[in-house]
């Protein structure tokens, strides 16, 4: 990983503009308290010292390695969410970091209970936050669980997994339906987390939203939005990162 050192001035007040611009957003168009997720992929160590200093706690991370990495430079308080794709190889490198707060990319029955079992077997003590990912849009190419089967795996999850609290429902949501207001990629998932709190008594959170449309889902209801260029600038493509 790049080096934690403290960043520049200059890189410190870009960063302290754009995050009080987001959380003045965040404010303004939450309709409930919402959480304020800063995605951090491929950036350094150090700009997520510049947003900490400021009171930021909640980051996200794509790429478990990098995840890794970080989480053992960085302050022991920060509050990791994983947001990339789940794979059930990297599920025990995940219950080894000690601050990780949430998965919020569970896609499967499956997933839940391998994560379930390397946190358990990690001797956790308290419970991983997860979110099960929902493919609102029923792209193929697009992770998640279809809407039809998103009662199971919840039902999976809290009847099967002890060492995981089911959080909410996160959707990431297509380009096409992010041109749309309202995005019906939120609109679903605000309808699933409806109809699971009328069939089987959960309330749950929604985590929708990114940098180009985060204050439009926190209108429709989301409690978490994950928002990255808005507040780190635009990220370099992965081999870039990696060669700097």
Not at 79 to 95: D, E, P, T, V, Y
Not at 155 to 168: N, R, T, V
Request: charged share 25%; with cysteine.
């Amino acid at each position: 990983m790049e080096s934690t050192a403290t960043p520049s001035h200059e890189r410190s007040a870009e960063i302290a503009d754009n995050l009080c611009e987001v959380q003045a957003a965040v404010e303004r168009s939450q309709k409930v308290p919402s959480r304020l997720v800063a995605v951090s992929k491929y950036k350094p160590g150090s700009d997520i010292e510049a947003a900490y200093s400021l009171g930021q706690r909640h980051f996200g991370e794509n790429y478990v390695q990098e995840l890794c990495e970080k989480a053992a430079a960085l302050p022991a308080d920060i509050k990791w969410h994983f947001i990339g794709r789940l794979q059930s190889n990297k599920c025990k490198m995940l219950a080894g970091i000690p601050n990780l707060w949430a998965v919020e990319t569970i896609d499967s029955a499956a997933k839940a209970r391998k994560m379930n079992d390397a946190w358990v077997n990690a001797g956790r003590q308290s419970q991983l936050n997860v979110f099960v990912q929902v493919n609102t849009s029923g792209e193929q190419n697009k992770g998640g669980v279809e809407r039809s089967d998103v009662e199971s795996v919840v039902q999976e999850i809290i009847g099967s997994c002890a060492g995981l609290c089911l959080k909410g429902l996160m959707t990431i949501g297509s380009i096409e339906g992010s041109q749309k207001r309202p995005n019906p990629d939120f609109l679903a998932l605000v309808a699933l987390r409806d109809e699971l709190k009328h069939s089987i008594g959960v309330d749950l959170e929604l985590s929708m939203g990114m940098s180009d449309d985060f204050e439009h889902a926190l209108k429709l209801g989301a409690t978490s939005v994950r928002v990255g260029s808005k507040i780190f600038g635009a990220r370099p493509a992965k081999e870039n990162a990696q060669q700097n």
